[in-house]
């Protein structure tokens, strides 16, 4: 997919917004466009009226102060901002970045894709807690949740919802339609027996911790214990380091379940880390490819600092959720941006080096009044000129430090020495 290609599916987004309204000045189109873009181009203090005033230069149009706050606390702009961004995420979907490696490890895992399910908390004033209550009143009263489900190869969010700090992240999960055919990847906070097996059972693959606390049988030892512990319970007595690898089949819930789990030494904890999988791949890739988990933090330390989603003052749940909304469609944009512009790297002769998603953040926030202008208007003769000038920050959205093995080349280089 070209840069260009890129630009216009997410304009097409935008265009699914009513471009007039009979009772504002500025259209919802441009009024949304102007708020997400201004919302990364603002450098100041983060504040309703710096926002105000930059929606104001870029649409040309005064906005009382009063009139402003009207408008960004109303439900009907909270509904545009969801229906963007689900446009955005069918319209990205597309992208992926063009390798044999991501081919050969798909082959080698025998699935699709791969997705990564997590969750982040942002702060909010005190004020919100009564809409938007926190998990601790004395330390974080306030609290908004984002979950998210990204996808690695693609660059790309396939889902979000939003919640209050208070929700457990197993209430919020992607539809399994979603995982059919799909290796999923997640921490130990959606670790539930009965939704590994709603995964499989759609032909879905899993990946996750196993919690020190959950009664795990040893069916049968694989590799890396004697097997008198077979039929020991695996948490119930320390065990040594002995082999750095140690793989069974695992017994769930009274033996309802039955899965592989495996067991990493860690030299720093001087325990075994532990993994439920159904994929059935060498043992030694297991915790690499968990490893590839880390892209899902990284997603959300980009909307945090780079998109500035932590500085949201706020305490309306209405004005909390549309700004929140604005990040994930900026998010929406920011890598498949970065890996469309990899291309012009041939990346290929340099082992695959996948863009940086915070440096994919930070060229969306530098390019952000152009692509704003771009949006706003979208002649062919601005889409040129903004190529030209996304290309120049090609080079920029890479980690300098490229004879580092990252944790995405590190499984193709295994994956390509077992194929």
């Not at 080698?108 to 209550?133: F, H, N, R, T």
């Not at 030892?221 to 793989?247: A, T």
């Not at 706003?376 to 120049?392: F, I, P, S």
Request: aromatic share 10%.
């Amino acid at each position: 997919m070209e840069l260009g290609t890129i630009l216009s599916r997410f304009k097409q987004s935008l265009d699914t917004i009513p471009e007039s309204d009979a009772r504002a000045s500025i259209g919802p189109r441009a009024f949304i466009t102007a708020l997400v873009f201004s919302f990364l181009a603002d450098r100041g203090a983060r504040s309703l009226e710096s926002i105000r005033r930059n929606v104001k230069k870029a649409t040309g149009t005064d906005m009382a102060r009063s009139s402003f706050w009207e408008r960004m606390a109303t439900r009907r702009l909270l509904y545009f901002l969801a229906q963007l961004a689900e446009e955005a995420i069918r319209n990205m979907a597309g992208v992926t970045f063009p390798a044999t490696k991501i081919e050969a490890l798909l082959i080698l895992l025998q699935v699709k894709g791969i997705l990564m399910v997590d969750s982040s908390s942002m702060s909010l004033p005190k004020m919100a807690g009564a809409v938007l209550p926190g998990p601790r009143k004395n330390v974080a009263p306030a609290v908004i949740k984002w979950h998210s489900c990204f996808d690695l190869l693609k660059g790309t969010v396939k889902w979000f919802d939003l919640s209050a700090g208070t929700s457990h992240d197993q209430n919020h999960f992607p539809d399994l339609n979603l995982l059919v055919g799909m290796l999923v990847i997640f921490d130990l906070g959606y670790c539930d027996y009965c939704l590994l097996q709603a995964i499989a059972n759609v032909g879905g693959f899993f990946l996750c911790r196993v919690k020190t606390n959950a009664i795990v049988q040893i069916g049968e030892v694989v590799s890396g214990l004697p097997k008198k512990y077979r039929g020991k319970l695996l948490f119930g007595k320390h065990l040594s380091k002995g082999e750095s690898i140690i793989e069974v089949k695992g017994l769930f819930k009274e033996g309802l379940f039955e899965w592989r789990v495996i067991g990493f030494w860690n030299p720093i904890d001087e325990v075994y880390h532990w993994y439920a999988t159904n994929l059935l791949v060498p043992a030694k890739l297991i915790y690499p490819l968990y490893r590839l988990r880390w892209q899902a933090e990284l997603l959300f330390k980009m909307a945090k600092s780079s998109l500035r989603l932590s500085e949201i003052t706020s305490a309306d749940a209405n004005i909390v959720q549309s700004l929140v909304l604005a990040s994930i469609v900026a998010t929406t944009l920011a890598n498949p941006l970065a890996l469309v512009m990899a291309r012009f790297n041939q990346l290929e002769k340099k082992q695959l080096q996948m863009p940086s998603l915070q440096r994919a953040g930070t060229v969306v926030v530098q390019m952000s009044r152009e692509l704003m202008a771009f949006f706003l208007d979208g002649r062919r003769a601005n889409l040129t000129l903004l190529t030209k000038q996304l290309k120049l920050f090609s080079n920029e959205i890479f980690d300098p430090n490229r004879k580092r093995e990252t944790s995405i080349q590190r499984v193709f280089r295994m994956a390509s020495e077992m194929a």
